[in-house]
């Protein structure tokens, strides 16, 4: 068990982590490794760090301008030469016998598409995340990601009804399945891996090896993660849903489109091409169904409609007119998960600016009793300042004439007497 295994770590400015990722890769205990990095053009000192290591497996490529994930990875695949592809991101950390493990139990189970493991969720400062009810934690976290695993066709049914389960830097691929499916999708950029599994689990069955292998990084803020969550992510990701669910089973043979999904058939005894074309049909709104969607234009059934053939066996074998493809429409579009993410933001913006208005309210009252009573204060400190000067006027006046006093004839004519009495006080 000593085959090459190359290993792809896609990067851009991942600065703070790129090392420890780098390190974990080049302390495996399997060590007949070819490490690809692909620089994405980073702006950091990314290819500092990465220029540092001088190990003779890593290959370093430098792309001039950052051209987003799959051209890094497709990029990286163009370089491999081993007999098998592990994915890594620059930010994640592999335990010591990750390749080993997995590498043996490919070794002994050749017709496996891909294999996987369970992870274990760091957040940027290493620090093993536990609480999963908050922020970046809510959508992806352990309870999503470490799984059990499903014959191939559990897993085929897993990824079309349900969503991607399967974490990315944890795989090990056969590269001869790599050939056979071909590159990532360059349309996908939040979901490239989870189209990628789809193509191979639909030719091989795939493991997860139930042992925390990886040690996955996201990030406390969400804006952090390429799956964070914003609108123009949201936007994104549902297209890419769209894509992904839509043409899942365009390319399954019959035969195997009937031993996987033939019980949720609505006509059990669909056999004939249009009757297995009207099934998937209706499956694929199934799926999107299941996610709270309801999209009947994202399938074929406004071409179907429109094929009189096609028409009658809906009609007849489905119940379903042309009037109930009218009313399909009138329901929640496909863009519902981002209107409603605007109509929540808008409730709390809404909520907020109400509560701005009734403290502005509030202040400005509060501001004209303050004013009034700066205005009485102003009036009362006019009069002390008038009775004030009234009163330095009166000690001006009591002044002088003592001075006066002090300087008269009499005073100091009677200034012996005064030196006796104050004499006689004494004793």
Not at 187 to 201: K, N
Request: glycine share 4%; charged share 30%.
């Amino acid at each position: 068990m000593n085959k090459l295994v190359s290993v792809l770590m896609p990067n851009y400015n991942c600065e703070r982590h790129i090392a420890k990722a780098i390190e974990s890769v080049l302390n495996q205990s399997y060590t007949n490794l070819q490490i690809i990095i692909v620089d994405d053009g980073s702006t950091d000192s990314s290819r500092e760090i990465i220029n540092g290591y001088l190990d003779e497996r890593i290959e370093k490529v430098y792309l001039e301008k950052n051209s987003q994930i799959c051209i890094a990875l497709n990029t990286g695949i163009g370089f491999a030469k081993g007999e098998y592809l592990a994915r890594i991101d620059s930010d994640d950390i592999w335990e010591p016998e990750k390749i080993e493990k997995q590498i043996r139990y490919l070794e002994n189970n050749p017709d496996c598409g891909a294999c996987f493991s369970w992870v274990s969720i760091i957040d940027e400062n290493d620090v093993e995340v536990t609480d999963f009810t908050r922020g970046a934690y809510t959508h992806v976290n352990e309870n999503l990601l470490n799984v059990r695993n499903k014959s191939q066709n559990g897993w085929i049914k897993e990824l079309f009804f349900r969503e991607n389960s399967l974490c990315h830097p944890s795989v090990i691929i056969p590269m001869k399945v790599v050939k056979e499916v071909g590159l990532y999708n360059y349309a996908m950029v939040q979901l490239q891996d989870y189209e990628y599994w789809t193509r191979i689990v639909k030719k091989h069955p795939i493991y997860v090896y139930e042992e925390k292998l990886v040690k996955y990084r996201r990030d406390s803020d969400p804006e952090k993660n390429l799956s964070g969550s914003n609108i123009p992510r949201s936007i994104r990701m549902f297209n890419e849903i769209r894509s992904i669910k839509c043409d899942f089973l365009g390319d399954m043979s019959d035969e195997k489109f009937i031993e996987v999904f033939g019980t949720f058939f609505r006509n059990k005894l669909s056999q004939k091409k249009e009757e297995l074309d009207i099934e998937k049909a209706m499956l694929t709104r199934d799926a999107f169904k299941i996610h709270g969607l309801d999209l009947p234009l994202a399938n074929r059934l406004e071409e179907y409609i429109n094929e009189d053939n096609m028409r009658i066996i809906l009609e007849k074998e489905y119940d379903f007119t042309v009037k109930d493809f009218y009313e399909l429409n009138t329901l929640h579009n496909f863009y519902d998960p981002v209107a409603k993410e605007f109509e929540k933001q808008y409730r709390v913006y809404k909520e907020y600016h109400d509560n701005y208005n009734s403290n502005m309210e509030y202040l400005s009252g509060q501001s004209s009793l303050y004013k009034e009573r700066h205005e009485q204060l102003q009036i009362e400190h006019e009069q002390l300042r008038t009775e004030y000067e009234q009163l330095q006027h009166e000690k001006d006046g009591l002044d002088q004439k003592y001075n006066d006093l002090r300087n008269s004839i009499s005073w100091r004519i009677t200034k012996p007497i005064r030196k006796l009495r104050q004499s006689f006080r004494k004793k």
